[in-house]
Structure formats: C-alpha cells, structure tokens
C-alpha cells in the first residue's frame, strides 16, 4: 500500500519530521520559512492530508486547489488561520492541538510577566552595554508581584493554567470570561468579574482569549482606558486581541506601566514603536516553543490524521 500523500507547511521538529516521513508521501518538501502562496496551493493540489501552522492563511481557494484533502491539522490550539466555513462545507475535517501547549505557554506568560515588572530585559542590555557601576539605592525599581491581583480575559485551558501559577504568589485572581467556570484552587482566591471591573482592578492582566470577531480588539482604546496607569499588560494569545496602535499611545502617555508581548496584529511585523518603548518586553511568538511542547504538538497532527484517514473519529477536532 503506497503511504498517504501529506503536505506539511513548515519544517517541525526533527522526531516529526522522522515520524512524517515513516508514515505518509510529502507532495512537496517543507523549509523553516513560510510557504509562498503559489506553493502552498501546489503542495495541496495531491495531498489527502495537511499539517499547517498558524502563518498559512486556509481559505476557500487553498481547499478547492485539493480535491482528495480529507483533513487539515494544524499546528496550533489557535485556528483563526482556517476558514471554518470552507472547510465544512467542502467535508474536509479540521484539527489543533490544545493541552499539550497549555503549560508552556502558561510558564511563558509568567516569564513576561515577571520580566516586565522586575526590568529583566532592561537589565540585562543594561549590562551588557558594559556600563554598570555597581550597586543604586535607586537603579531600575521595577514593581511588585507578589499579592498583587492578577486580571486574566479569557478562563479557557491556558488562562487556569496562568491562575494556577499564581497561588505560588499569593495573587488573588479576577478573571472575565463569557460566563463563570470552574476553577480550582482554594474558595475566592480565582473569581468570576465583569469585564470592566476586571480592567480596573488589575496589576498585570493576561489575555487569553481565542481570536474571534468577537475578540478582535478586545483591548481597545476604550479598555486600555480603564486600566490602571500602575498596570501591565501580558499577551500570549493572539496580536489582534489588542488594538496594537491604541496600546503604544497608553503606554506612551503614561497611561499604562508597561507590556509583555509575545504576540502581534500583523506578525512578523509591529509597531516600531513597541521597539523604543523600554518598559515593553517583546518575543517572537514563543509561547509553545519548548523542544518537548512543540514535538508533541506534531505527534498530536499526525494521530489525528492518522485517525481520519483510517475511518476513526478525530481526536482533537474543529470542524
Ligand atoms: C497556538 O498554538 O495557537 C500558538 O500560538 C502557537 O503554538
């Protein structure tokens, strides 16, 4: 029996890309870089199986361009990458891979977290332009995080992995989320609060909330508003969760302390003023980027594949 034909968008991890090639027939060879869109269409024209990432834009022309696509995993717990409709309508099943990200991105957050507060990047270009000259009363005071109240938007997975953390710190947490969920962890340490107190009183808040229409630019001018000037901002979700122009004017106006930013409205690009701005930390998209994380991510594309192409339900399905 000839292999199933799949194209894979990105190059993975070197244990997926070992597990690919024992299992299925690439139609084209993956690189580091993004796909241009002319060769995203080829690699899909003979392809009964995909694994995107969240840079490939999966729209109704991509899906037409392969009439044997019987499923599409993508590379991520997030698929705004996907138009769902399409895909629905054309039967080709869609998959992501929650849980196995939830941890790593809920460690990363608190690494932006912290590294706003306390200064951390700021320090260490500090010391590497070699310029230190020994101990301040006064250098580089940074703020609190212990007992401070962490706001969280959106109590899906990674948001009560972030709450969880924070007990660690005595930090009660409010959190805001289309309605009230179980979370664990002792009574009124983690609760439920509209939207706006949320903002009022949080010192750091943390988005995590999935990109919808009804989440795109959540944090609007309007909201930012509402934030304290004391407060930070953390996202590891998705850039247009945040009007990223309204965030670089409260942070200049002193409206806001800072910003932890792993995420971007229009990626690879931000705004330049993100980059002069000190009291911002910004990443390259690294929430679920540990080596660990990100194989497990593959493994869980290739089981679901695996499963649609031979008949059984997917395990981690979409659409
Ligand atoms: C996701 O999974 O949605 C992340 O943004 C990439 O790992």
Known sequence: MPHPTLYVARLLPAPVMTAITERFQLTSSPHVEPPRRTDLLDGFRQATAAICTLT????????????????????????????????????????????????????????????????????????????????????????????????????????????????????????????????????????WAPFEEVLARADFLSLHVPLTPETHHLMSAGALRQMRPTAFLINTSRGSVVDEGALVDALTEGRLAGAGLDVYEREPELHPALLRLPQVVVLPHLGSATLSTRVRMGMMCIENIQAVLEGRPALNRVV
């Open 56 to 191: 490939e834009h999966l729209d109704a022309e991509v899906l037409d361009a392969a009439p044997s696509l019987r499923v599409v995993a993508n590379y991520a717990v997030g698929y705004n990458n996907i138009d769902l409709d399409a895909a629905r309508s054309r039967g080709v099943i869609v998959t992501n891979t929650p849980d196995v990200l939830t941890e790593a991105t809920a460690d990363l957050t608190w690494a932006l977290l912290f590294a706003v507060a306390r200064r951390v990047a700021e320090g260490d270009h500090f010391m590497r332009a070699g310029t230190w000259g020994g101990w301040e009363p006064t250098q580089m005071l940074g703020a609190d995080v212990f007992g401070k109240t962490l706001g969280i938007m959106g109590m899906g997975r990674i948001g009560r992995a972030v709450a969880e953390r924070a007990r660690g710190f005595t930090m009660p947490v409010l959190y805001w989320s289309r309605r009230p969920v179980p979370v664990p962890g002792p009574d009124n340490q983690c609760l």
